[in-house]
T-cell receptor
Framework: GAVVSQHPSRVICKSGTSVKIECRSLDFQATTMFWYRQFPKQSLMLMATSNEGSKATYEQGVEKDKFLINHASLTLSTLTVTSAHPEDSSFYIC????????????FGSGTRLTVV | GESVGLHLPTLSVQEGDNSIINCAYSNSASDYFIWYKQESGKGPQFIIDIRSNMDKRQGQRVTVLLNKTVKHLSLQIAATQPGDSAVYFCAENMNTGFQKLVFGTGTRLLVSP
C-alpha cells in the first residue's frame, strides 16, 4: 500500500532557529500534500495544502512567512518552521494524496517539535 | 487553520461492549468521510471510509453510519478490545476549488479489561 515517510520523528531546537521537516511518498506520486499541526489533546488542524510545482495554499490564520512549504517534486514536500518559538512546539503531520482522482489520503508518522 | 473542537471528549467502555463514537461534520457539500484511529505520538491510522452517496458501510468489527440530513457520522465498534483504546477522529473531504481533508473534534476511547 501507499507509504508516506516523515522525518525527523522528533526534533528539539533553540528558540530563533529554523527547522525543516520532510515528507516523502515512497511508492506513489503525490500531486498534493497537506501539512497539519496538532496540539496536545486537540484535533489535527490543517495548516496548508501544496501542489507540486506551485505555491502552497495556507489556511486562514497560518503565517506563510513563518511556515515555509516547498513541494518541488511529486514525492517530496518540506515544511520549514522559521524563527521558531516555544509556542511553535507541536506535533506536525503530513499527508499525501495521489493523482487520478483517488480519495486516498496517506499520512506520515508525524514530527514532534520542541522549541526550547 | 481549519479545525473543529478544542478538547477531546472521552468514552469509557468495558471490554466486550459495543462502542459508538459520534461526529458532527461542517460542510454539507463534503463528499467523502473517513474515520481514523490515532495512538499517542503517532499519525492517524485509517479505519473505514464512506462516500456521501451511502448511509452505511461495514468493515471488520466496525460500521460507519452517515446521516447527511443532520451532518452526522458515527463509528460503531463491536466487541471493543483494550487494543481499541485510542483517539478517534472523523474527517471530511471538502471541495473548495481543490480537495482537502478536515478533521473533527475527536473522541478518546478508553477500554477497560
Amino acid at each position: 500500500g501507499a507509504v508516506v515517510s516523515q522525518h525527523p520523528s522528533r526534533v528539539i531546537c533553540k528558540s530563533g532557529t529554523s527547522v525543516k521537516i520532510e515528507c516523502r511518498s515512497l511508492d506513489f506520486q503525490a500531486t498534493t500534500m497537506f501539512w497539519y499541526r496538532q496540539f496536545p489533546k486537540q484535533s489535527l488542524m490543517l495548516m496548508a495544502t501544496s501542489n507540486e510545482g506551485s505555491k502552497a495554499t495556507y489556511e486562514q490564520g497560518v503565517e506563510k512567512d513563518k511556515f515555509l512549504i516547498n513541494h518541488a517534486s511529486l514525492t517530496l514536500s518540506t515544511l520549514t518552521v522559521t524563527s521558531a518559538h516555544p509556542e511553535d512546539s507541536s506535533f506536525y503531520i503530513c499527508s499525501a494524496k495521489g493523482a487520478g482522482g483517488s480519495y486516498g489520503y496517506t499520512f506520515g508518522s508525524g514530527t514532534r517539535l520542541t522549541v526550547v | 487553520g481549519e479545525s473543529v473542537g478544542l478538547h477531546l471528549p472521552t468514552l469509557s467502555v468495558q471490554e466486550g461492549d459495543n462502542s459508538i463514537i459520534n461526529c458532527a461534520y461542517s460542510n454539507s457539500a463534503s463528499d467523502y468521510f473517513i474515520w481514523y484511529k490515532q495512538e499517542s505520538g503517532k499519525g492517524p491510522q485509517f479505519i473505514i471510509d464512506i462516500r456521501s452517496n451511502m448511509d452505511k458501510r461495514q468493515g471488520q468489527r466496525v460500521t460507519v453510519l452517515l446521516n447527511k440530513t443532520v451532518k452526522h457520522l458515527s463509528l460503531q465498534i463491536a466487541a471493543t478490545q483494550p487494543g481499541d483504546s485510542a483517539v478517534y477522529f472523523c474527517a471530511e473531504n471538502m471541495n473548495t476549488g481543490f480537495q482537502k481533508l478536515v478533521f473533527g473534534t475527536g473522541t478518546r476511547l478508553l477500554v477497560s479489561p
